[in-house]
């Protein structure tokens, strides 16, 4: 096995093993998730052996790609790239055994159902094994792809409709500024792999690298829903629950901790990525706490507190210290552990009850204890209650925010404050959330309704819970793993020190306290009857969204009103208005008009004056000009002829024969085909030209800016040719037209020789034209009235016919 | 120096547009012809000045222009050609049709339609 090869296992093969699911989907309904299982199963042992040869420098694997653009397939792996993907494909692992349950009867479409999952899940894992941060922001926006599928899987539904579109728009559109940073960092570094990068160190002196930074922040930001963005998570909810516990907890919305842990090395030391990180990330914090608190709906909780717990992982990079973080990874694998845990819980009371409101469930602890006791230990991690890994990543958090202050003075305060506020938020939404399930009085409808899930679906937040309680006993045994995996660069080198019991600390206290108040709010909020707990309108700032994509779409609208787009008579004008004002308003303030002037001048009063070629051009012009200024089409035709074929004369003087043996050619067909096009309509129709002779405003807009154009061409053609290219590739064909075309006119071996393709491609056009010519000719079908009615008037061109006059215009 | 080209590029450019921003499809039509003209000159014109110079074949005597933009120019007088045969029968088609060339007719029953959806 070589780590080429692993790769392959871990992001080839779920994207690969897509399609087939979809279509064997049908055919094994509920079953196609034994067969789905497979690709995790197979990642995670690949991913257990990467990590078992892991030995610390990254290790690269590539396929050349576009090299062109520096865009190869490079994937790196490192401690942080591990970390990340082994949860991706252990907690697939769970999920997908999950969803086997769960959609079981409770949904159609398995096949796609997996396919999407698998296509997610290679996603995900390509992102976080990308070396090459073009190819890190695809798999990115693929991730967005795959989770608006997901969300959007039960689309009959307008919520999963609404919450797919709100994702997808989003993150797909922070993404899009995440691209725009990747390249300024190209721009700064001059590279796109990262492992160069960190070799390089950090990118902080650049002079575009606050925006580079901040642009690849909103990435990160809107990816896991940090304020004001937090809106989308809570909407994603309409998603089926295994989802949920995948993307929009445990691995998707993480993408933006793993971005921002990807960037610190690079840019910790600049001075506005401590008060950009974490003044977002603090305020998602305790606005997730009260959101979560706040909400009714099972899986509005969670996601909320989600969103403040992202809040916190984010925050926590944003205020480390420039010798590296100690335990970034265990506060993620806590996270993991218990919403994970409690998402599939959610799930299961759903499956039972089919209750999503935490007002409609209750006294769940006589008919399932089993879960009681797995949601019991989740919800003691979330609010971190001792025996858990929740506990330990809550005295972390105390111990590393308590020292803050003193380093980052007033950001530091508002962590602190944030931090201790929130964590009393989140012991109240814990105790209300399990009490709300398991304790109380059971309501009607869950007697009547309750239907006992499948003991075997207990098993993936069992194994959650499980680690949760194991590592929370005997956190020694993480402090090895977590130090194999450490970033140089992003941790410190020592491997963190982990106990259960760290002894009577300033932390311990306050988390005592913490907890203590958490349980009163429960208290009062138990005698208020949760009435107060109603999200107010002005926190819902989907609304704010819906407003706006409604103002987007009505301001389309006027603007295609207000520039007659949707009137063909009025509407060219904008376009060649627009073209003449910028074009022509760049030369004017780049080369000042009197420059221009003088130019022409110069040119007309030059010596080497050719007196037939004025000729020929004031005819080609008069020409033109009689196309205007006669009335009848026969006159308006013979005035344009005299226009081209006199620019015939003008090629040849041009010494360009080839072109003037093509332009007499062409004029000629052309006259024929107009004349007889002209010839075929009555004369009637040509009266219509003059109906609208009359002076209008409109037609003074149309002279302004026709006449704009005709100065702008001729000052960008004075200008262009009194500043010749000193190297013309002209020069190089004739030189080889005869080495190497074998033909002495360079302009005939330019055009069947040295661009013969391009000839090629002229051919084609003319081809399609003449296809196009056809199918217009032929498609007309005359209906009987009209066939008995007999020619649409006379012929014109002044055969005029008593027919015709006595018709008068149809 | 070419600056009688520029000229009658400029002068060509501004009557094509003008007669490109009418509204009766023949003169749009007309515009078209005048406008690929007035291109292909103005990229001719890039081949700098013919005076003292000959075609660009060689064992011409003296210094040849670019053959470059004649090579262009060239594919683009047949595409124009291609596009103004394509114009001239989507017009009879448009004749046919709806016995009109002029577009305010043929649109004649929309303003009344958006006065309605204002």
Same mark, same amino acid.
């Given at each position: 096995m070589t780590p080429a090869l692993a790769i392959l296992m871990v992001v080839g093969l779920p994207l690969l093993g897509a399609l087939p699911l979809a279509m064997v989907g049908r055919r094994l309904g509920a079953r196609t998730a034994w067969l789905a299982l497979v690709f995790p199963v197979v990642g995670f042992l690949a991913l257990g052996w990467l990590y078992g040869t892991h030995e610390g420098p990254t290790r690269l694997v590539s396929w050349p790609w576009v090299p062109s653009i520096g865009l190869n397939l490079t994937f790196g792996i490192d401690g942080l790239a591990l970390f990340f993907a082994l949860i991706v494909s252990g907690m697939g692992v769970l999920v997908v055994f999950y969803a086997g349950f769960y959609l079981d009867g409770h949904a159609a479409h398995h096949g796609r159902f997996y396919a999407y999952l698998m296509l997610f899940m290679a996603a995900m894992l390509g992102t976080v094994l990308s070396d090459n941060l073009l190819l890190l922001f695809a798999f990115w926006e693929l991730t967005g792809i795959a989770s608006f599928l997901l969300i959007g899987? &039960?689309? *009959?539904q307008e919520g999963s409709r609404r919450g797919a579109r709100m994702a997808l728009l989003i993150t797909g559109a922070t993404g899009l500024a995440g691209l725009v940073g990747i390249v300024l960092v190209r721009q700064i570094s001059?590279?796109?792999s990262l492992r160069e990068l960190m070799a390089a160190?950090? &990118?902080? *002196?650049?002079?575009l690298a606050g925006a580079a930074m901040t642009l690849l922040l909103l990435a990160a930001f809107g990816k896991s829903a940090?304020?004001?963005?937090?809106?989308?998570l809570p909407n994603a909810m309409a998603a089926p629950t295994p989802v949920s516990a995948y993307l929009?907890?445990?691995t998707m919305v993480k993408l933006g901790v793993f971005l921002t842990a990807r960037l610190f090395p690079l840019?910790?030391?600049?001075?506005?990525w401590a008060p950009i990180v974490s003044s977002v990330a603090f305020v998602t914090l305790v606005l997730g706490g009260v959101l979560a608190l706040l909400s009714t709906q099972l899986k509005a909780i969670l996601a909320y507190s989600t969103v403040s717990q992202l809040g916190f992982l984010i925050g926590y990079y944003g205020l480390g210290p420039s010798e590296g973080l100690e335990s970034d990874f265990l506060h993620i694998l806590n996270h993991v552990f218990y919403k994970g845990c409690l998402f599939m819980v959610v799930g299961i009371v759903y499956v039972a009850?089919?209750?999503?409101?935490?007002?409609?469930?209750?006294?769940?602890w006589k008919r399932m204890p089993l879960l009681g006791v797995i949601a019991g230990i989740a919800c003691a991690a979330m609010l971190g209650l001792p025996g858990t890994t929740g506990f330990l990543s809550k005295e972390l958090m105390f111990k590393e925010i308590f020292v803050s202050p003193r380093a980052h003075g007033p950001l530091g305060v508002l962590a602190v404050v944030a931090v201790v506020l929130t964590s009393l938020l989140k012991v109240a939404f814990s105790v209300r959330l399990f009490q709300g399930m398991f304790l109380g009085k059971e309501p009607a409808s869950v007697a009547k309704h309750f239907q006992a899930p499948?003991?075997?679906?207990l098993m993936p937040p069992a194994v959650l819970a499980a680690c949760a309680l194991v590592l929370g006993v005997a956190?020694?045994?993480?402090s090895g793993p977590i130090h194999h995996l450490h970033v140089p660069g992003l941790h410190t080198p020592t491997p963190p020190e982990l106990h259960l019991w760290h002894g009577v600390t300033r932390e311990l206290l306050a988390s005592m306290a913490v907890v203590a108040a958490g349980f009163g709010v429960v208290a009062w909020g138990n005698r208020t009857a949760w009435r107060w707990a109603v999200v107010p309108r002005w926190l819902q700032f989907d609304l704010l969204y819906d407003r706006g994509l409604d103002f987007l779409g009505r301001f389309a609208k006027k603007v295609t009103r207000v520039s007659g787009a949707d009137w063909p008579g009025a509407w060219p004008r904008v376009p060649v208005a627009t073209l003449v004002v910028l074009v022509g308003g760049f030369l004017w303030v780049r080369f000042p008009p009197g420059e221009v002037l003088d130019l022409l001048g110069d040119g007309l009063s030059?010596?080497?004056?050719?007196g037939l070629r004025v000729l020929v051009a004031a005819l080609i012009a008069l020409g033109a000009l009689g196309v205007v200024i006669l009335r009848s089409w026969p006159a308006q035709v013979v005035a344009l002829s005299v226009s081209g074929f006199m620019t015939t004369v003008y090629f040849v003087l041009y010494r360009a024969p080839d072109l003037a043996l093509t332009q007499i050619l062409v004029e000629t067909v052309s006259l024929v085909l107009i004349v007889t096009l002209l010839a075929?309509?009555?004369?009637?129709a040509q009266e219509g030209?003059?109906?609208?002779r009359r002076w209008r405003f409109r037609q003074v807009v149309s002279l302004v800016v026709a006449i704009g154009f005709g100065i702008m061409m001729t000052a960008m053609g004075l200008l262009v040719t009194t500043r010749?290219?000193?190297?013309?590739?002209g020069g190089w064909f004739l030189d080889n037209t005869q080495p190497?075309?074998?033909?002495?006119?360079a302009v005939n071996t330019l055009l069947v020789d040295f661009r013969g393709f391009d000839t090629f491609g002229e051919i084609t056009v003319l081809v399609v034209a003449m296809l196009g010519c056809l199918g217009l000719l032929f498609r007309h079908r005359r209906t009987t009235g009209e066939h008995r009615a007999g020619a649409k008037g006379a012929p014109g061109l002044g055969i005029n016919t008593a027919h015709d006059a006595g018709e008068g215009r149809s | 120096m070419q600056a009688d080209t520029a000229l009658l590029s400029g002068v060509l450019f501004a009557v094509s547009m003008w007669l490109l921003l009418q509204r009766s499809f023949v003169k749009v039509l007309f515009g078209f012809v005048l406008l690929s003209n007035a291109a292909n000159l103005f990229v001719l014109m890039?081949?700098?000045?013919?005076?003292?110079r000959s075609a660009?074949?060689?064992?011409?005597?003296g210094p040849v222009v670019d053959p470059l933009p004649q090579a262009l120019v060239l594919t683009a007088i047949v595409i124009g050609f291609g596009v103004t045969a394509y114009l001239v029968t989507l017009l009879y088609r448009l004749f046919l049709d709806?016995?009109?060339?002029h577009v305010d007719e043929l649109y004649a029953d929309e303003p009344a339609e958006r006065e309605k959806s204002k």
């Open positions: 899987f &039960l689309h *009959e001059g590279t796109y160190g950090g &990118l902080d *002196e650049a002079p940090q304020f004001p963005l937090q809106f989308w929009h907890s445990a840019f910790h030391e600049h001075p506005y009850t089919h209750a999503k409101d935490i007002r409609e469930v209750g006294g769940l499948p003991s075997w679906m956190p020694e045994l993480l030059e010596h080497r004056w050719d075929r309509f009555p004369r009637s030209e003059d109906v609208d010749p290219h000193p190297n013309r590739i190497l075309a074998k033909g002495a006119n | 890039m081949s700098g000045e013919p005076v003292g660009p074949i060689v064992g011409d005597p709806s016995g009109t060339t």
